[in-house]
């Protein structure tokens, strides 16, 4: 092959790795903020009167006395000095599987496409004021999120973006 061929070529792999990894960051990001808000509307007393205090209702149906030390866990960072992936995935399991509990449904032998769609339909009942909110934070991004507007496409009628799916949904760490 042509030299200049073989440049266009990599720099089309290194646009095509860079742009994966785009997605992947999207999709962490949908994922933390959809059950940040599903977990804590039905596990905990996630209120529209409770605006911008999500994160703190979210660390409560955790365990975690506040959010501080859910960021503490999460990030290594203040008096805990060591990421605690494990305690924090236990949390994350035991909180979901209280969720689905409330709709009948065990976490562990209850197929993974029965509880995806168990999943949508407590987003879709969310209140009007957190599906405009997770919406409005995915498609037109927010501190934390650096991502281009293209990723965040939801289908008609769905309040789940695309790529969040029966296979990944669930990935919490």
Same mark, same amino acid.
């Given at each position: 092959?042509?030299?200049?061929?073989?440049?266009?070529?990599?720099?089309?792999?290194?646009?095509?790795?860079?742009?994966?990894?785009?997605?992947? *960051?999207? #999709?962490?990001?949908?994922?933390?903020? =959809?059950?940040?808000?599903?977990?804590?509307? &039905?596990?905990? %007393? @996630? /209120?529209?009167?409770?605006?911008? *205090?999500? #994160?703190?209702?979210?660390?409560?149906? =955790?365990?975690?006395?506040?959010?501080?030390? &859910?960021?503490? %866990? @999460? /990030?290594?960072?203040?008096?805990?000095?060591?990421?605690?992936?494990?305690?924090?995935?236990?949390?994350?399991?035991?909180?979901?599987?209280?969720?689905?509990?409330?709709?009948?449904?065990?976490?562990?032998?209850?197929?993974?496409?029965?509880?995806?769609?168990?999943?949508?339909?407590?987003?879709?009942?969310?209140?009007?004021?957190?599906?405009?909110?997770?919406?409005?934070?995915?498609?037109?991004?927010?501190?934390?999120?650096?991502?281009?507007?293209?990723?965040?496409?939801?289908?008609?009628?769905?309040?789940?973006?695309?790529?969040?799916?029966?296979?990944?949904?669930?990935?919490?760490?």
């Amino acid at each position: 092959m042509r030299p200049t061929i073989l440049r266009r070529l990599e720099s089309l792999e290194r646009e095509g790795r860079a742009n994966e990894k785009t997605m992947q *960051s999207f #999709l962490i990001c949908a994922r933390s903020k =959809l059950w940040q808000i599903v977990l804590g509307h &039905y596990l905990g %007393e @996630l /209120t529209v009167e409770q605006k911008g *205090s999500e #994160l703190k209702v979210f660390a409560k149906v =955790l365990g975690y006395a506040s959010d501080l030390e &859910y960021f503490y %866990e @999460l /990030t290594g960072r203040g008096p805990l000095k060591d990421r605690g992936s494990d305690r924090l995935r236990k949390r994350y399991s035991d909180a979901c599987g209280r969720l689905f509990a409330k709709v009948g449904l065990d976490l562990e032998t209850t197929p993974s496409d029965v509880l995806f769609d168990a999943f949508v339909k407590m987003v879709d009942q969310l209140p009007g004021y957190w599906l405009q909110r997770i919406r409005s934070e995915l498609e037109n991004g927010n501190s934390f999120m650096r991502v281009p507007r293209f990723y965040a496409r939801f289908a008609p009628g769905s309040n789940v973006p695309f790529g969040i799916t029966a296979e990944n949904y669930l990935c919490l760490l």
